[in-house]
């Protein structure tokens, strides 16, 4: 099955002014690969400032105007340039953000979903897919304000796939929400999946992802460090130490905290960027030069001692 977005050797960089008048860039995600297939959930995983929020921003083409991209991305096999991505944006692409607080709240939920329109047919598509979500038809006079934070999140949901997009870009939609409620948030992005859309869940939470991704990335420090399909934790045959420290970390598995923090974009260097926290780190890990992406046992892995292999 062709992809429905490939990203390949993806980079985003910012310019910022640093001790006065100087300038440095500030290389934030950095060779980034990776690939959906429509009816296919991939989760994108990883510690706050790892990249996951700007890797979205990066798809839709809405970074901010000191930043640099570098790389491919493809939509249906064809590079999503800024001018296609500015015409596919809340039609065949669409975002679910992290914030409620996108809603308009000056906006009834009804106008705000149906984007302005008010002919029968926008406004019978407006009650249907409220509907989908277990929302019913007096819920479009409702004000944002008016509405609990499950409802809230429900209608963020059925304002972007309200035009049956073919990829789904959902950021962080559960935060604040007890796990029954995210769960059920979540299982809507697996409905929308199997209606054939791609979708792809950037999120903290490793055990909600996990519930329904068919395939998880995992980000360290703006790089692609591992990706597995989501059998591979259940079965132990994960690859990357930070991976499967991630796993053990998780209430069930024994809550092991990983020693050490993440480096900031400014502390970058040659070589493994886990090599400080990681138990396996030998001197060939902390470089020259970049660790290289490889496939292995059905998944990728960034690292030169993987679980389960020979040395890279």
């Not at 420090?221 to 970390?249: M, N, Q, V």
């Amino acid at each position: 099955m062709e992809p429905i977005l490939q990203v390949e050797h993806l980079s985003i960089s910012f310019s910022q002014y640093h001790r006065g008048t100087r300038k440095r860039t500030l290389p934030v995600i950095h060779d980034l690969s990776f690939s959906i297939c429509p009816g296919q959930v991939t989760a994108v995983v990883g510690s706050s400032g790892s990249g996951k929020s700007l890797l979205a921003h990066g798809i839709l083409g809405i970074l901010p105007y000191n930043s640099a991209l570098e790389g491919t991305i493809l939509y249906q096999g064809t590079p999503l340039t800024q001018r296609r991505a500015e015409q596919l944006r809340g039609r065949e692409i669409v975002l679910v953000p992290q914030g409620v607080t996108y809603l308009d709240p000056l906006m009834e939920v009804g106008p705000q979903i149906r984007k302005g329109r008010r002919d029968p047919r926008s406004k019978a598509r407006s009650r249907a897919v409220l509907e989908r979500y277990g929302l019913g038809p007096e819920v479009e006079k409702r004000y944002p304000f008016e509405l609990s934070g499950g409802m809230a999140r429900r209608v963020l949901i059925a304002s972007a796939v309200v035009e049956q997009p073919k990829l789904i870009l959902a950021d962080e939609p559960t935060p604040g929400l007890d796990a029954r409620a995210a769960s059920r948030i979540l299982g809507h992005f697996r409905e929308l999946a199997e209606d054939g859309a791609g979708v792809l869940l950037i999120t903290h939470d490793l055990e909600l992802a996990l519930t329904i991704a068919h395939r998880v990335l995992v980000l360290y420090a703006g790089e692609t460090i591992e990706e597995a399909s989501a059998a591979d934790f259940s079965a132990g045959r994960l690859r990357h130490p930070y991976t499967r420290a991630l796993w053990a970390a998780l209430p069930q598995n024994g809550f092991t905290p990983i020693p050490g923090t993440q480096p900031y974009p400014g502390e970058i260097s040659d070589g493994c960027q886990f090599a400080p926290r990681c138990p396996r780190c030998r001197p060939e890990c902390r470089g020259p030069g970049p660790v290289p992406y490889v496939p292995r046992a059905g998944g990728w892995v960034r690292c030169r001692f993987p679980e389960g292999g020979e040395a890279l």
